[in-house]
């Protein structure tokens, strides 16, 4: 299932960026989605189509570094996600994870459930 990547500049009445995933050819690749930049409640209803239309391939890789806007919504989805991708043998890894990411994660105690990677010191 591949979507649109997010487009970066959106307009005041513009629609939520889809994220973006590119289903693996064979069983051994995994599948990438890109979530988008703004995150949260209006998005959600295209990132847990994404999600779901990811969970056929048994390694997914997200790539959170573009998100600049998280909240509660949409990381209750993403453990929701993890747990489903986990009951069925999956794995999840990260490409890169913002600091709206990791900071929204961390402040919520969902860092380690959703296997972001540690923050790198400056």
Known sequence: MAGKPAARHQGKNAPPAK??????????EAAHLLLPADCRMAAQAALKAELLGALGAHAIVLDGGQVERVDTAALQLLVLFRRELDARGGTLGWHGTSDALNEAAGLLGLAQLLNLPAAALA
Do not use: L, V, Y
């Open 19 to 28: 994220a973006s995933a590119a289903m693996p050819a064979n069983a051994g």
